[in-house]
C-alpha cells in the first residue's frame, strides 16, 4: 500500500533539489560571491546563485506567512516571484489569494493512498472505468482517480510546459493544487527535473530584473539593477548582449528603436524600390518600371503592353528616327505638359538616388565595422590560445606580462561594436540639426581614427615580434605604444559613447 503525505517542506530542501540532479548538487556548498559591475549597474548570477535566491525568497514566504514551502511556491509563480505582492495580497484578502492559488487551510493535507472505506470498488471519471477501491489515488482535495490517469495527466502537464507549476485537480468543478508532492510520487525522473527546471526558469523569465544570457549554451542569468540607461551588459561567457532588447549584440550608443528600425531597413525592400527609382523609368503607357540594357534608345515594353517609346523624353518612338526621314523630334527642348512630368519623374529619380547613396554610405561601414569586428574576435582567441604562449618563449616573459596584448584586442572588438552602431545613429540623426550633425561627424571621425591606429599597429607590428627567434630590444617601446594607443582609443569611444548618450545635448546647451 502507497502512502502518500503531503508533509510541510519548508526544513528539507532535498524533497526540492535531489541528489540524482547534478544541477542541484552540492546544496551545502556557499556560492561564489556575484559578480557586480557597478559603473554598469548589473550582476551576473550562475545557477548556484539563482538557486540560492530562489530559496531565500521560498523560505522567506514560508516563514511570513507560516504556509508550507509548496504553498510558497505556488503564490511567489503566480506573483512573478515577488516577495512584496505575495504578502499585500495575502494580508490584503488571505481567503481570496487561498482560493486563486488552490490552497485550502490545512494544504497540503495528509491523505492514505488507497485507504479502505465501506466502499470496495470506486468509478474514475477521467478513463471512465471501475476499479478496486485499494487502486484510487485521491489528491490533497479528496477527488480520486486510478494510478494510470494521474500518471497521463502529469506527465502530459508536465511535457506542455511551465504550466504545470500551477496545476489542478483534474476535476471540473475543483480549483485546488496539484503539489509537488503528487509529482514526486508518480511522475518519472525525467519529468521529475524538468519540473525542477522549470521552477529555476519560472524565476528567471517571470522576474522584470532577470534574464538569460542569450549566448547558445550558456547557463549564466543577468540581474540589471539599472543605475543608468545604458543597457549593454557582458557575460562572464563573453558575450555582450542588449538586456533591454535581447539581441546578442550589444548595440550603444544606437537605442533599441534606432536597432529596430535600422535592421527592418535592411532586411526590407525598400532599397530595392530606390534601386528601382533610380536605374529605370516609367513606361509611359502601362507605368510599370523598365530598365535600359543596351545602347539604343528605342525602347518595348514587354508583353502584353508592346508600347515603342523613346528612353530620352518617353515619346512615342513613331516621332523619332526613321519614322520621321531620320530626323529626331525629341532634340529640342518645349515646355510642355509632357516635359513637365518628366521633370517631375526626374526629380524623384533625383531623390531616390540621394537616399540611396545616403543609405548605402551608412550600411557600408556598418558592415564594413561588423566584419572587422568578427575578424577581430577570431584574432583574439587566437592570441589567447596561441600566439600567447609562442610570444611567452620568445621574449622569455611570462604570460600575465603579455596580457596588455590582450586588452588592446578586446579594445578593438568592443570600438568596432560602438563604431558600427554609431553608423545607424548617425543615419536617423535628423539632417536639419547641422550643428548636432557636425559634433557626431566629429566625435565619430575622432574616435575612428585612433581606433584605426591602435588595430594598425596591432596587426603589422605585433607580427614583427612573433616572427622572431629571440628576444627583441625594442619589445619593450612597443609595449608602452600599444598601451598607450589602447588608453586613448579607449578615452575616445568613451567621449563618443557619452556624447551620444545624452542625445548631443552639448548642442542644446
Known amino acids: 500500500m502507497l502512502d502518500y503525505t503531503g508533509e510541510s517542506m519548508v526544513s528539507d530542501q532535498g524533497d526540492y533539489f535531489s541528489d540524482d540532479d547534478e544541477e542541484f548538487n552540492n546544496n551545502d556548498e556557499e556560492p561564489e560571491e556575484e559578480k557586480v559591475d557597478e559603473d554598469r549597474g548589473f550582476t551576473i548570477l550562475k545557477k548556484e546563485d539563482v538557486r540560492q535566491r530562489l530559496e531565500d525568497d521560498i523560505a522567506k514566504i514560508s516563514s511570513l506567512l507560516s504556509v508550507s514551502r509548496e504553498a510558497s511556491i505556488r503564490l511567489l509563480c503566480r506573483s512573478n516571484w515577488n516577495v512584496d505582492i505575495v504578502q499585500e495580497e495575502w494580508f490584503a484578502d488571505e481567503e481570496k489569494t487561498r482560493k486563486v492559488c488552490g490552497l485550502s487551510e490545512n494544504y497540503p493535507s495528509t491523505i492514505i493512498l488507497g485507504k479502505e472505506t465501506s466502499q470496495k470498488n470506486f468509478f474514475c471519471g477521467i478513463c471512465l472505468e471501475n476499479y478496486k477501491k485499494k487502486k484510487a489515488v485521491p489528491a490533497a482535495c479528496g477527488h480520486q482517480f486510478c494510478r494510470n490517469c494521474w500518471k497521463n495527466y502529469i506527465s502530459i502537464s508536465i511535457n506542455d510546459g511551465r504550466g504545470c507549476l500551477m496545476l489542478r485537480c483534474p476535476q471540473p468543478s475543483c480549483g485546488m493544487a496539484v503539489g509537488q508532492d503528487m509529482i514526486n510520487s508518480l511522475a518519472s525522473n525525467a519529468e521529475k527535473k524538468k519540473y525542477k527546471n522549470y521552477i529555476i526558469r ?201 596580457n596588455f596584448i590582450i586588452d588592446a584586442w578586446d579594445q578593438i572588438v568592443e570600438c568596432r561594436r560602438v563604431l558600427k552602431w554609431s553608423y545607424a545613429y548617425g543615419y536617423y540623426l535628423p539632417e536639419e540639426e547641422h550643428v548636432k550633425k557636425q559634433l557626431f561627424e566629429y566625435l565619430q571621425g575622432e574616435a575612428e581614427a585612433r581606433l584605426e591606429r591602435l588595430h594598425h599597429c596591432l596587426e603589422n607590428e605585433l607580427s614583427v615580434h612573433l616572427n622572431r627567434k629571440c628576444p627583441s630590444e625594442d619589445f619593450n617601446d612597443f609595449r608602452k605604444k600599444l598601451v598607450g594607443l589602447t588608453n586613448v582609443t579607449r578615452n575616445y569611444f568613451d567621449n563618443l559613447v557619452r556624447g551620444l548618450g545624452n542625445g548631443l545635448s552639448e548642442v542644446d546647451s
Open 202 to 402: 519560472s524565476y528567471v523569465e517571470d522576474k522584470k530584473n532577470i534574464k538569460w544570457c542569450p549566448a547558445p549554451g550558456c547557463d549564466f542569468a543577468v540581474e540589471y539593477s539599472g543605475y543608468n540607461s545604458n543597457y549593454d551588459v557582458t557575460c562572464d561567457c563573453s558575450r555582450g548582449f542588449c538586456w533591454n532588447c535581447c539581441l546578442e549584440d550589444a548595440h550603444s550608443p544606437a537605442d533599441c528603436e534606432t536597432v529596430a528600425k535600422w535592421t527592418l531597413k535592411n532586411s526590407s525592400e525598400s532599397e530595392n524600390t530606390n534601386w528601382i527609382l533610380v536605374n529605370s523609368k516609367p513606361c509611359p503607357s502601362c507605368k510599370k518600371p523598365i530598365e535600359k540594357n543596351k545602347g539604343c534608345m528605342h525602347m518595348t515594353c514587354a508583353e502584353p503592353c508592346r508600347y515603342e517609346f523613346c528612353w530620352l523624353c518617353l515619346g512615342p518612338w513613331s516621332e523619332h528616327g526613321a519614322n520621321t526621314g531620320g530626323v529626331s523630334r525629341c532634340n529640342k527642348y518645349e515646355k510642355s505638359k509632357k516635359n513637365e512630368e518628366l521633370e517631375e519623374v526626374e526629380r524623384r529619380r533625383e531623390r531616390a538616388m540621394y537616399y540611396l547613396e545616403r543609405y548605402a554610405h551608412y550600411y557600408e561601414r556598418w558592415a564594413a565595422n561588423h566584419v572587422s569586428r568578427e575578424t577581430a574576435l577570431l584574432d583574439t582567441e587566437k592570441m589567447r590560445t596561441v600566439y600567447l604562449k609562442e610570444l611567452s618563449q620568445i621574449q622569455a616573459e611570462s604570460e600575465t606580462m603579455l
